[in-house]
């Protein structure tokens, strides 16, 4: 992976760690997570009359990332309400490179380096060891597991239709402005159909966190999509999936949450396959 990717990548997964953090706001998760879609499908309409219109061999990719992306928003929900968060998202977010990995193979035959492999392995194993650091997947119930294995296959799903779809598109940043705007528009439209027009006034009175959020969170899965324009699929996911590491950095600097045995050996891992990765 050149210097220029690599740095480029590890970014996106710092600002994805920061949007993270300031989604911890008072609000039912679903809300937080549609103001977050609505937000960069905001920020994505004002910048669509800079870029070209996706050809229309590129649209199915756009509607199905979309489409996997709701599924996604609706597992992660379910997942956190059966189990705690800082054990189900590293789990879900953890499992999800290896999945991506193994889906660019069969689907794209594309095949990563050895030290690609390692890098995915460690980051894979660091991110799946964090969600033990609260006492163990013992004390996470089978419905939690269940959503939260569900939520990574969504997360692959998505992100080898985006890997797959930016490739076709006349340039990543027009790719990723239409598909904000498409999955702004749906997520908004399923908001109204599961919550109703109450839903609206709720999302209102936070839309300043909405804005700040959608546009890093645009920023941070935009550099994402360009870099997998550059460089293998699974790798790219993986280390996106060092946002955990920043997650950790912040919740303990910031948070003064305690960093603990799990969480340090955990980070050693993530460093570990962050890495491999640059020496790909």
């Known amino acids: ?17 920061v949007w993270n953090a300031m989604v911890k706001v008072h609000l039912d998760r679903f809300v937080s997570i549609t103001l977050m879609s609505a937000g960069m499908g905001t920020m994505a309409l004002i910048a669509s009359p800079f870029v070209a ?27 956190y309400a059966a189990g705690d968060l800082a054990q ?29 492999v390692l890098g995915i392995a460690l980051l894979c194993a660091g991110t799946i060891l964090m969600s033990l650091r609260g006492g163990g997947l013992e004390k996470l119930n089978r419905e ?3 959503y939260a ?17 930016v490739r076709l598109a006349s340039s990543a940043f027009s790719y990723a402005v239409w598909l904000f705007i498409t999955d702004g528009t749906i997520s908004l439209v399923l908001a109204l159909v599961l919550r109703g027009p109450g839903i609206l006034p709720v999302m209102a009175r936070s839309w300043k966190i909405g804005v700040g959020v959608g ?17 293998p699929i699974g ?3 993986a280390l996106r999936e060092s946002s955990i590491l920043f997650a950790m950095i ?5 948070l003064r949450e305690g960093l603990g045995l799990w969480r340090f050996v955990a980070g050693v891992l993530i460093v570990g396959g962050v890495v491999a990765l640059r020496l790909a």
């Not at 992976?1 to 760690?17: C, D, E, G, N, Y």
């Not at 990332?65 to 997942?79: D, H, N, P, V």
């Not at 546009?215 to 460089?231: E, V």
């Open 144 to 146: 939690a597991i269940a």
């Open 215 to 231: 546009g890093l969170s645009a920023a941070s899965y935009g550099i994402a999509m360009w870099a997998m324009t550059l460089a």
């Open 250 to 254: 912040i919740s303990v600097a910031f």
């Open 88 to 116: 189900v998202y590293p789990l879900a977010r953890g499992s999800a490179p290896l999945l991506t990995t193994i889906g660019a193979f069969a689907l794209i035959n594309e095949h990563p380096g050895s030290w690609a």
């Open 149 to 165: 294995f569900s939520t990574s296959f969504f997360i692959a799903c998505y992100t080898l239709a985006d890997g797959n779809g």
């Open 235 to 237: 790798a790219v996911a």
């Open 1 to 17: 992976m050149s210097p220029i990717v690599f740095t480029a990548v590890l970014i996106a997964a710092a600002m994805h760690a």
């Open 53 to 79: 219109f996706p050809a229309w061999g590129v649209w199915p990719f756009i509607f199905a990332s979309a489409a996997f992306q709701q599924g996604y928003k609706l597992c992660l929900i379910k997942a």
